[in-house]
C-alpha cells in the first residue's frame, strides 16, 4: 500500500498515532471510540464494523475547521466554544 492510501484509511488506532505524532495532542483510540458515540470528534467512515479516518479530516478536526467539530485542541476541552 502506498503512503498515499495509508493516509486514506487509516483505523482508528493509527489515527490515534498519527493525531499525537504529527500534531502534539494527545489522542487515544479508545478516545477516538469514544467521540463516535457521544461526537464531536474528526469525521470518520464506517464500513460495516470498521471505522476508518482520513487524514486530512484529522487535520481539519485538530486545528476546528470541521463543522462537526467541538473539541478544542489548546484546552482540551470537549464542547468548548471557539
Same mark, same amino acid.
Given at each position: 500500500? #502506498? #503512503?498515499?492510501?495509508?493516509?486514506?484509511?487509516?483505523?482508528?488506532?493509527?489515527?490515534?498515532?498519527?493525531?499525537?505524532?504529527?500534531?502534539g495532542v494527545p489522542c487515544s483510540y479508545k478516545w477516538l471510540?469514544?467521540?463516535?458515540?457521544?461526537g464531536g470528534g474528526p469525521r470518520h467512515w464506517k464500513w460495516?464494523?470498521?471505522v476508518r479516518y482520513r487524514a486530512d479530516a484529522l487535520d481539519a478536526w485538530?486545528?476546528?475547521c470541521e463543522?462537526?467539530?467541538n473539541f478544542d485542541p489548546c484546552s482540551g476541552?470537549?464542547?468548548a466554544q471557539f
Amino acid at each position: 500500500m #502506498d #503512503d498515499r492510501n495509508s493516509r486514506l484509511n487509516l483505523n482508528r488506532k493509527q489515527a490515534a498515532h498519527y493525531v499525537t505524532e504529527m500534531w502534539g495532542v494527545p489522542c487515544s483510540y479508545k478516545w477516538l471510540a469514544k467521540l463516535v458515540v457521544v461526537g464531536g470528534g474528526p469525521r470518520h467512515w464506517k464500513w460495516g464494523r470498521a471505522v476508518r479516518y482520513r487524514a486530512d479530516a484529522l487535520d481539519a478536526w485538530v486545528f476546528g475547521c470541521e463543522p462537526a467539530c467541538n473539541f478544542d485542541p489548546c484546552s482540551g476541552v470537549i464542547g468548548a466554544q471557539f
